[in-house]
């Protein structure tokens, strides 16, 4: 039987000169959304926020069948503000079910700390959780827009065949973008608060409908147009109304729209600041 020597190795750093791997929140949103896609509740969630857009491609058709109906129902901007307004309601059930838990959950059960001994940085974390919003979110809003112009358009190319027509793209991913950013920041803000994702969900609901709320009690205290900046909802469809080009409701009219998305600005930037101060990961040295 042979001898070997036993030689002690001390403690060494790992030099870690292989560079990190490019789009590493990717995992993080994958992962996120195959499990939110086994949930038929968020499978229902998307069922239920697509049945407007066969309504109004029903209305669409009829106007192409009846002209003589357009002085009614006129296939235009309006159409497709009103649409993207009314998936709003949609959009929050949508953002109370699908982001709740994305962060609370993590610091619920530890898994934030399995996260962040990995090699990510604050930036993956925070990318990977927006991401899977940001994909939830645009079921029922950001696509079903584009799809609904794509089916408008095919059905009635005499009104919306031309090619300044192909403008209401453009609005309708603006104004999807809008709806969408702030309402992510601030439900993670609200999910990395709360270590429940009831309370997040709850909290989140009542900010959103507290400032339409607020909105309310400032309007008859003061009757001031600048009363809508206190809501977000009031800012969404303000700026909504300028894109689109539409006529403003009695609450917006004298709103300026500048203003309404600047606050947006504020709230969505402001939102993701709270999350790097709540969210503490191990920055990777390059």
């Known amino acids: ?48 926020g697509w049945l407007p857009v066969f309504g109004r491609l029903v209305q669409v058709y009829f106007t192409t069948r009846f002209p003589e109906a357009r002085r ?13 307004a009314m998936q709003l309601p949609w959009m929050l059930l949508m953002s109370a079910y699908a982001g709740a838990g994305l962060i609370a959950n993590d ?38 827009g584009v799809v609904l112009f794509l089916g408008a358009r095919s059905l009635a190319p005499d009104v919306l065949g031309d090619a300044a027509h192909l403008l209401l793209l453009p609005k309708i991913i603006g104004f999807s973008l809008v709806m969408i950013l702030p309402t992510i920041g601030l439900v993670l803000v609200m999910s990395a608060l709360a270590r429940n994702p009831r ?6 609901f009542f900010v959103f409908v507290g400032t339409t709320v607020a909105q309310g009690i400032a309007w008859q205290a003061t009757r001031s147009p600048y009363a809508g900046l206190a809501s977000i909802q009031a800012c969404m469809r303000r700026v909504g109304e300028w894109i689109f080009q539409v006529k403003p409701t ?23 600041y709270v999350l790097k101060t709540r969210v503490r990961a191990v920055e990777v040295v390059k």
């Open 199 to 204: 309370f997040a969900g709850l909290g989140f």
């Open 1 to 48: 039987m042979s001898s070997s020597q036993i030689y002690e190795q001390h403690y060494r750093r790992l030099d870690a000169s292989i560079p990190l791997r490019a789009q590493r929140w990717i995992p993080i949103a994958r992962e996120g959304l195959k499990a939110l896609v086994g949930f038929r509740a968020f499978l229902g969630l998307i069922a239920i």
């Open 107 to 144: 610091m619920r059960t530890g898994g934030l700390l399995l996260y962040l001994s990995r090699p990510l940085t604050l930036v993956d974390y925070i990318l990977g959780k927006f991401s899977i919003l940001f994909a939830s979110l645009s079921m029922v809003t950001l696509i079903p």
């Open 250 to 272: 009695r609450m917006t009219a004298a709103l300026p729209a500048e203003w309404a998305l600047l606050v947006l600005v504020l709230l969505a930037l402001g939102c993701f």
């Open 72 to 84: 009614v129902v006129p296939v235009d901007d309006k159409l497709f503000f009103d649409f993207m």
